[in-house]
């Protein structure tokens, strides 16, 4: 027999108290669930690599919030066991993810000053209406997340002076007021008739390439020619290369893992109907990749490298962007992660010569969580398969990937121009002289 869905009339009296706060918790959860599945729609918008890093990182922070809110709303009656977003709220959230022609700083306003202050009330309603002896556990994580999102608020808010979004701001405000806030907490206010859905007439879809606002971009780091490329493959391996220069190399390729954030962000969106626990190990997986981008973000410039000439490299967005989530997914842990293991241990083993604890640490990191990624990809590729309807074998279906990526880089690869004449840019030539000075 099915189980009931309602519960019977005395017990449901009975419970009223619990009932109600768990039905708060629940939205609390899906609130959560679906800033994370939308606001990671900004990450590959956004061309300032300092936002980037933040909202990776309020992303992994959202999906805690939700994970512990689900784990203490499953100790209540009522939660339920599924883990759909109800679409009252998916609406509002998809809402702000906006079109293709949206001015990605709009849309960041959007979500720090309009829908997450709106998570914030509605966290500190949970705190006032309920029972903070009988409720305590709700209490202590509810304390904390309102710490955590009045954090989140102060941490965008630099990146938003001067951005004009008061029109994008009223039109979310009126989708939000006619929910009554996101727990029904407020007065509502319905919709005028007038008010027009974006998401109906323009639906959202991933640009064509990722943003890196000032800096200069090309198709790739990686070469053979040291008068041209940064990162130049053979000395990564010759033996007589200086150690220095490796350092500096992997810090560049550390930068680089930017496009890891990039295109690992397009996935989130492309997966509403996920189990929350693959998007929550997205989030990790994402966050874990915004660190190892600013452990060269933040390492280059105090060897001496100005970041206005380190080019950023497109490829591997451009190419991906045209592939479904789950054939992005599988190229980035099948291929990218684990294909990338005994360089990186030659490059550690290199790099330990230099006595640099700082280096070595953040290497150690880097590759420890690599490691997790790759275990990642082999829990939640089935699933990513599954959620797009793929039905081989994994090894099959990753082999044909991997061909049809082949085949998508001849058309779509190779096809960002450098920004900087090579006299400007970094490249081995330069690091060599750069590490070596003294
Ligand atoms: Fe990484
Ligand atoms: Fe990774």
Redesign the pocket.
Known sequence: MATTTTAPATSSGRMAAVNEMTRLLRLLFEVEREFLRTVTTLVYRVGEPELKYLVCQHAWESAGHARFIRERGRELSGFGTGEAVRDSVRRVFVEAVGHAKSDPLVLTAGFYEVLKPALLDAYRHYLKVTDHLADWPSKKLVEEFIADEERHLREVAPFLKGVDAREWKLHLTQALDDLGGWLGQETRLPLAAGYVWQQDKTPYAHPATCNRGKYPVCSSIFGFDPTEDPIVRPWLTDPKTDARVIRMMVYVWLMM?MD?IDYLATAFIDTPNAPFDLHHDLAR?LW??SR?SQFGFRQLPKLGVDLMTVEHSLELYNILVHMPAHERYAM??ME??AGSFPTKAHVMDRVRELSDFEADTLLAFDRN??QN??RFGHRWLPEMMAQFGETRPVEEFVKATQEKFKQMAKTYGNLTPHSLPKEKRLTGEKILKLATAN
């Open positions: 893992e890891a997986h874990d990749e190892h980035m842990t990218f992660e969580d690599e990624h790759v």
